[in-house]
T-cell receptor
Framework: DAGITQSPRHKVTETGTPVTLRCHQT?????MYWYRQDPGHGLRLIHY???????DKGEVSDGYSVSRSKTEDFLLTLESATSSQTSVYFC???????????FGNGTRLTVT | GENVEQHPSTLSVQEGDSAVIKCTYS??????FPWYKQELGKGPQLIID?????GEKKDQRIAVTLNKTAKHFSLHITETQPEDSAVYFC???????????FGPGTRLSVLP
């Protein structure tokens, strides 16, 4: 695997609580992404970053925020978790233009 | 925006047979098409990719073909083995690959 670590790997939380997922990379890649994966929907982009402090929204960004204060870390925050945010979340990195995404092993989040 | 369709959603083949998965895309500006394999509990792993200036690319038992006019691309796996059983995702990206749009996935089962 590319040097990507997602934490935690599993989390159960209650509706209305804040949750932060972390993605850490050791590849010094410029681009970092957060996707969610749900049955029948494939992978959908939540937010991505093209540099430190540079982020942009993806297809399903409502209810999520991100931050990138260092090249190696990209945080995804659910300010007030809802049951519709139960999903598997994948972080991905990419080094340069026309290069593929490399994914972490995911975080399974359950909101009860 | 881009929309990627993928067929079939499930595919069962006998070991040693070939498997073909087809994707269609809507944005004629898309020009980079990777394929990913996802095993249970893991993140998607890149298996092959193709750029729009190439019609076909092979890597051992795996090949990808691209028809820009029809806006579709296909994954071909020959001499399938049980370890090829997984979920396969296609994706499309335009320009510098800032955003990848994924198909919904194909679950391939190779029966011994």
């Amino acid at each position: 695997d590319a040097g990507i670590t997602q934490s935690p790997r599993h989390k159960v939380t209650e509706t209305g609580t804040p949750v932060t997922l972390r993605c850490h990379q050791t590849e010094n890649h410029r681009y970092m992404y957060w996707y969610r994966q749900d049955p029948g929907h494939g992978l959908r982009l939540i937010h991505y970053s093209y540099g430190v402090k540079d982020t942009d929204k993806g297809e399903v960004s409502d209810g999520y925020s991100v931050s990138r204060s260092k090249t190696e870390d990209f945080l995804l925050t659910l300010e007030s978790a809802t049951s519709s945010q139960t999903s598997v979340y994948f972080c991905a990195i990419r080094g340069q233009d026309y290069s593929p995404l490399h994914f972490g092993n995911g975080t399974r989040l359950t909101v009860t | 925006g881009e929309n990627v369709e993928q067929h079939p959603s499930t595919l069962s083949v006998q070991e040693g047979d070939s498997a073909v998965i087809k994707c269609t895309y809507s944005d004629s500006a898309s020009n980079y098409f990777p394929w990913y394999k996802q095993e249970l509990g893991k993140g998607p792993q890149l298996i092959i990719d193709i750029r729009s200036n190439v019609g076909e690319k092979k890597d051992q038992r795996i090949a990808v073909t691209l028809n820009k006019t029809a806006k579709h691309f296909s994954l071909h796996i020959t001499e399938t083995q049980p370890e090829d059983s997984a979920v396969y995702f296609c994706a499309a990206s335009r320009d510098y690959g800032q955003n990848f749009v994924f198909g919904p996935g194909t679950r391939l089962s190779v029966l011994p």
